[in-house]
């Protein structure tokens, strides 16, 4: 490496990277480190550039990289870390909140994730993709580019042609919005309430270097959040079939106990205090845990196919791993014909259909 570490990064509408990435070698923690941030083309320049020493460190959006691993590896470089998703959650941009829409209002999403977590949340809304849209002037159609479609979206929204769109905060933000925003959160305010967990790599930033990249400051240009985010929804995401992709919710966090247990009071759920409190209120376990929630949603809202596992962090890639085992299970067991109990019963149809 020269004195100057040269930090390539690659954008994208919803996961921009170069901001973050300056403003943190900008920041207190390593001013000590000499650093230069730089825009790369695309991944495969971005990926030469490293390969041949021009940048020490590829910042990218870690859903560009899923798929592409052996590229990685055949250029002679390597995956290093994540940095941890400060804005995973998308935005409702809307005059009202989701439940204050009315009867039959008509929301728009481009991911079929979101449009299926919609109609679970409202089951009377018009839910459709921006294609799908019953357009003023037929001639009319959504620009390619997700921020140019953004304004698009705004613009029919302003003429009253639909009633809402959803879109990730960094689009709403680079496509100057006048419309308000509401935040999908992926926790409801109650224990079964409604929630939107974000799609996979959501906001997540992966950091390629080439092999003996110094370990002293990949600890510090990487997150052990951000880490363990990005190698347990490595491993989820390989294992699905590739038309789930599209539809699978999947978050993974650290939590702190005590914000574990405050949620177990608030959603009153025995079982979550009894796991890491005594009955006589003393914590049984204070080490940081591990977050895995994963949901399948059925077409029309109605069934949602959902695991939620806890780990502590020291073991947390044996339950990562045990955990992908039982999703399989699950879906296998909730996507088959349902077993007649007698002949004169009729025919039940799968749980859910993927």
């Known amino acids: 490496m020269n004195d100057r570490l040269v930090a390539g990064t690659l954008d994208t509408a919803d996961c921009p990277v170069y901001v973050p990435m300056a403003s943190f070698f900008e920041s207190s923690d390593v001013q000590d480190i000499q650093s230069e941030v730089q825009r790369v083309l695309d991944f495969d320049a971005g990926l030469e550039q490293l390969s041949n020493g021009h940048v020490d460190i590829l910042a990218i959006p870690a859903a560009i990289m899923h ?22 959650n998308l935005v409702l941009v809307s005059g009202d909140r989701l439940f204050y829409q009315p009867k039959s209002a008509i929301i728009v999403a481009e ?3 979101v449009r299926r977590q919609l109609l679970r949340a409202r089951s009377d809304l018009a839910v459709m993709a921006p294609g799908e849209i019953p357009l003023e002037d037929p001639a009319a159609s959504a620009p ?7 304004r698009w979206l705004g613009g029919l929204q302003e003429r009253g042609e639909i009633d809402g769109f959803v879109i990730s905060r960094a689009v709403y933000e680079s496509s100057n919005q006048t419309e308000r925003r509401h935040t999908l959160l ?11 967990l974000p ?43 590739d038309h789930l992709a599209g539809i699978i919710g999947l978050q993974v966090r650290h939590r702190q106990v005590g914000s574990l247990l405050r949620q177990a009071e608030e959603e009153k759920d025995p ?10 209120g003393e914590v049984l376990e204070d080490e940081v845990q591990v977050e895995l929630r994963m949901e399948l949603i059925s077409e029309d809202g109605r069934r949602t196919l959902a695991l939620n596992r806890l780990a502590s962090r020291f073991d947390h890639e044996y339950a990562i791993l045990s955990t992908i085992r039982d999703w399989e299970q699950l879906l296998k067991e909730a996507s088959r014909d349902v077993p007649k109990d007698h002949p004169s019963d009729a025919e039940a149809p799968p749980f859910i259909v993927h």
């Open 111 to 113: 991911l079929d994730l």
């Open 67 to 88: 798929g592409r691993e052996s590229e990685i590896a055949q250029s002679g470089c390597e995956v290093i870390g994540a940095r941890t998703p400060r804005r995973p």
């Open 199 to 241: 799609p996979p790599y959501s906001d997540l930033i992966a950091l390629i270097a080439r092999p003996r990249f110094p370990s002293t400051i990949s600890m510090r240009v990487t997150e052990a959040e951000g880490n363990t985010a990005l190698w347990a929804q490595s491993r989820v995401m390989n294992e699905l079939d």
């Open 186 to 196: 992926s926790f409801s305010n109650e224990r079964g309430g409604t929630h939107f």
């Open 271 to 280: 079982i979550l205090e009894e796991a890491f409190q005594s009955p006589d």
């Open 144 to 150: 390619d580019e997700a921020i140019e479609r953004a």
